[in-house]
C-alpha cells in the first residue's frame, strides 16, 4: 500500500473529471458527435458509458487514505492502452472518420497519454515519500 501523494491525488481526479466530462459527451451527444466525426454511434455512446464508469472508479480511488500500488499501475496501464488503442483504430479498415473524427481521436489519445505519464509521476513520487 503507498500513501498518494497530493500530486497522484490531483492526476487521480483530473482523469475522473476529464473520463466524467467525455463520458457525458459521449454517452449523451452520440448521435450528433457521429455525423460530424463519421464515427460509429454504438462506438462513441459505448465508450461514454465505459468512461463514466471509470470515473467512478478513479474518484473513488483519488479518496482513499492509501492505495494499492498494483491498482495505480493499473489505471496507468489502462490508460496507456487506451491512447494506443485510440491510435490503432485510425488504421485503416477499422473505422472511416473524417478528418475532424480523427483530430478528435488524436486529441484525446495525447490527452489520455499525457494523463497515464501524471499518474506514472505521482505514483513515484508517493514511492519515494514513503521511502523518505
Known sequence: MIIPSTFLRRALLLDAASCL????LLAVGAAPLGWWFH????LLRESGFFLLAFAAL???LATRPALP????LGVVAGNALWAIDSVL?????????????GCFILIQAI??????E????????SAAAAMA
Open 21 to 24: 466530462l467525455l463520458g457525458l
Open 58 to 60: 478513479l474518484l473513488w
Open 39 to 42: 464515427l460509429p454511434l454504438a
Open 118 to 125: 501524471l499518474e506514472y509521476v505521482g505514483l513515484k513520487r
Open 89 to 101: 483504430l485510425l488504421l485503416p479498415g477499422w473505422i472511416a472518420p473524417n478528418m475532424l473524427g
Open 69 to 72: 500500488r498494483w491498482a495505480v
Open 111 to 116: 490527452a489520455t497519454g499525457l494523463i497515464a
